[in-house]
C-alpha cells in the first residue's frame, strides 16, 4: 500500500477510498467495472454486495477478490431485500474516508475517481459529489433528453443541490446516514439530509459516468414511476422527512427541491432557460412534449394508487 497514490491538495490529503457496488445479475457489466477500477494508483477498498444473483455475479466478484491488489469485500445475499438495504451494509462496513457509490451497470475511467475525490479536499463543507451521467449512443431520443437536463440542473444549482446522482456520487465519511428501511430513491435522501444538516451537495462535470438506460417506453415507464414514486416518499407524510435530523418538527426547515420539477414550483423561468439551453433541433421540442406528457400520465397514476409500501425493484430487461 505504501507506492499507492494519495489525493493531495493545499487543505487536506484523502489516503484511503472505499467504492461500494450494487450488483444483481450484473455479471458482464460488474466484471468490466472492476477490471477498470483495478488499474487504479488509488489505495482503494472495494465492498461489493451481490443480491439475489442468478448469472453467477458473485463468481466474478470472488474472481476480482483474489487478483486484485486492493481491499475487497464481498457480501452475498441469497434474497434480495432491496437497494436500501444493501447500501446500508456497504455504509455499516467501509472504512475510507470518501464513500463512492455506484450500481454493477455503469462504466467509467478510474481517472473519475480522483476527479470526484478531489473536489472533497477543496471545500470541507462538501458533502456529496455527483457524477455527469451520460447515456449510451443507442439510447432513444426521449430518454438522451431527460438525462442531459438532468445533468444541466445539477451543473446549474453547483454546491446547492438537493439531488445527487446515484448512478455515480462520492460521499464524504462524516456525512454518511443509514438509509431508513424501504427508501426508495437513496440518492435524493441522502442528498436532502446533507443539505437539512448544513452541507454542501455538488457535481463534477467532468466525472463522466455511462449509464445503463431502458430501450423499451414501457420500462422507461416502469422506471420513471418508481423514480417519482421516491420523490413523493420524501415528502413528511411518508415519514422520510423526521430522519433529516433529530430536531422537533417545528424546528425543521427542509431543503428546497432542486430536481427540475422541483425548481418549476419556484423558478419557472429559470428552468426555462435550462431547458431552452438543452435544445437541439426540433426533434428535442417534440421528444420535450413527450416527456411532459409521460410525467402527467406517471404522476395521476400515481396519486390514483396513492402510497403503497416498499416493493423490491423488479429489474428491467430489455433483451
Not at 23 to 49: C, G, Q
Not at 51 to 70: I, L, M, Y
Not at 125 to 134: C, D, F, N, T
Not at 205 to 233: F, N, T
Request: some cysteine; hydrophobic content about 40%; glycine content about 6%.
Amino acid at each position: 500500500m505504501g507506492n499507492q497514490k494519495e489525493i493531495n491538495t493545499p487543505k487536506k490529503a484523502i489516503t484511503k477510498i472505499s467504492v461500494g457496488i450494487c450488483a444483481t445479475n450484473d455479471r458482464k457489466s460488474l466484471k468490466r467495472l472492476l477490471n477498470v477500477l483495478d488499474k487504479s494508483p488509488l489505495n482503494l477498498e472495494f465492498l461489493i454486495v451481490v443480491s439475489g444473483s442468478t448469472d453467477q455475479s458473485e463468481k466474478v466478484a470472488n474472481e476480482f477478490r483474489r487478483k486484485s491488489n486492493h481491499d475487497v469485500i464481498l457480501i452475498e445475499e441469497k434474497k434480495r431485500r432491496g437497494k436500501w438495504f444493501a447500501l446500508n451494509l456497504i455504509m455499516e462496513m467501509f472504512t475510507g474516508e470518501i464513500l463512492v457509490l455506484v450500481p454493477a451497470d455503469v462504466l467509467f475511467p478510474h481517472s473519475t475517481l480522483e476527479k470526484l475525490v478531489s473536489q472533497f479536499c477543496l471545500d470541507d463543507q462538501l458533502a456529496i459529489v455527483s457524477g455527469m451521467p451520460i447515456t449510451p449512443s443507442w439510447a432513444p431520443r426521449y430518454v438522451s433528453l431527460i438525462w442531459r437536463l438532468h445533468a444541466a440542473v445539477l451543473k446549474a444549482n453547483g454546491k446547492m443541490n438537493s439531488h445527487a446522482t446515484g448512478e455515480l456520487m462520492a460521499i464524504r465519511k462524516e456525512a454518511v446516514r443509514a438509509l431508513p428501511a424501504g427508501t426508495i430513491n437513496d440518492d435524493a435522501f441522502l442528498a436532502r439530509y446533507a443539505r437539512q444538516n448544513g452541507w454542501k451537495v455538488g457535481v463534477r462535470s467532468d466525472a463522466k459516468v455511462l449509464i445503463d438506460v431502458p430501450k423499451k417506453i414501457k420500462h422507461y415507464i416502469k422506471q420513471r414511476e418508481r423514480v417519482l414514486s421516491g420523490h413523493r416518499q420524501l415528502d413528511n407524510k411518508h415519514g422520510l422527512q423526521k430522519s433529516f435530523k433529530e430536531r422537533k418538527p417545528c424546528e425543521l426547515v427542509y431543503p428546497k427541491s432542486t430536481t427540475l420539477r422541483g425548481m418549476f414550483k419556484t423558478s419557472p423561468m429559470r428552468v426555462g432557460r435550462i431547458i431552452l439551453s438543452e435544445i437541439r433541433g426540433v426533434t428535442d421540442i417534440l421528444n420535450l412534449f413527450f416527456l411532459i406528457i409521460l410525467e402527467v400520465y406517471i404522476s395521476l397514476k400515481i396519486r390514483s394508487r396513492g402510497f403503497e409500501s416498499y416493493k423490491v425493484w423488479e429489474r428491467i430487461n430489455d433483451e
